[in-house]
Nanobody, 126 residues
């Protein structure tokens, strides 16, 4: 069993920064990622980091602005979001994969993840 709890969402203006956190407990989550869902849209991949932190992927729209990281000693996952845009407005979810395939495993599909947090709302105003 895994419990994931996101925090850090809020209301900000375009150009501002925000840092999201996800606290994990229970079974080890190897690959961990962030996804987001805006009203009326499909859940979208944002970023993923492998178990050791050595492999990351980002969706094109956030490259250069967002940074994913993890601290396995603290069982936390973070997403640093800079230069936020109105288009970033969404509920952000952290996700964990409890299956270890190999150290650099870092899937971008939501179907690969076993556990999800409750979500945290990020609203970016112009």
């Amino acid at each position: 069993q895994v419990q994931l709890v996101e925090s850090g969402g809020g209301l900000v203006q375009a150009g501002d920064s925000l840092r999201l956190s996800c606290a994990a407990s229970g079974r080890t989550c190897y690959a961990m990622g962030w996804f987001r869902q805006a009203p009326g849209k499909e859940r979208e991949f944002v970023a993923v980091v492998s178990w050791s932190g050595g492999n990351t992927f980002y969706t094109d729209s956030v490259k250069g602005r967002f940074t994913i990281s993890r601290d396995n000693a603290k069982n936390t996952l973070s997403l640093q979001m800079n230069s936020l845009k109105v288009e970033d407005t969404a509920v952000y979810y952290c996700a964990g994969d409890v299956q270890f395939l190999y150290d650099d495993w870092a899937p971008t599909s939501h179907n690969e993840y076993d556990y999800w947090g409750q979500g945290t709302l990020v609203t970016v105003s112009s």
